[in-house]
């Protein structure tokens, strides 16, 4: 039961509550036109885009992308460069484009409830096991680079 406890999961769980708001819980309400199917498009290709250049940089450092997981090795190359969560950065922007995408002006709320989830079930202890095992260069990586953007 432990891999239900993933973000990916978490992820497919808001954008089902992002979905049942648009299609049954609209009550008419829109961003307005087309600029939003546009701007939508664009984060979920961005949020595409992260998580693959992250995979990328796991896959080079030959450590785990689990999150559950003990990381062989600290990665701060690539897009780790600009985000410590480029793959939560990139879950984010997916919900918040199919929101956009969706019209689910009331499924707004979700993007920062779905922040704190990440933050408080994942993040938040990934972070505390690379600092008991890199020590000074993680407290010297989190000093260079931001968790989110």
């Not at 432990?2 to 049954?24: R, Y």
């Not at 709320?109 to 993040?123: D, G, M, N, Q």
């Amino acid at each position: 039961m432990k891999w239900l406890d993933t973000p990916p999961v978490w992820l497919i769980g808001f954008l089902a509550l992002t979905w049942i708001q648009a299609h049954h819980f609209g009550f008419g309400l829109g961003f307005g036109g087309a600029w939003s199917d546009f701007v939508g498009g664009l984060l979920v290709g961005g949020g595409f885009l992260l998580i693959g250049l992250a995979a990328l940089e796991f896959r080079r450092a030959r450590t785990t992308i689990i999150p559950h997981l003990e990381a062989e090795r600290m990665i701060t190359s690539g897009i780790f460069r600009r985000s410590r969560n480029p793959i939560y950065l990139g879950d984010a922007l997916i919900l918040a484009g199919f929101i956009l995408r969706w019209e689910a002006v009331l499924a707004l709320i979700l993007v920062p409830v779905f922040v704190w989830v990440i933050e408080t079930r994942f993040i938040i202890k990934e972070e505390n096991m690379l600092r008991r095992k890199f020590r000074a260069d993680f407290a010297r990586y989190c000093q260079k680079t931001r968790r989110w953007l």
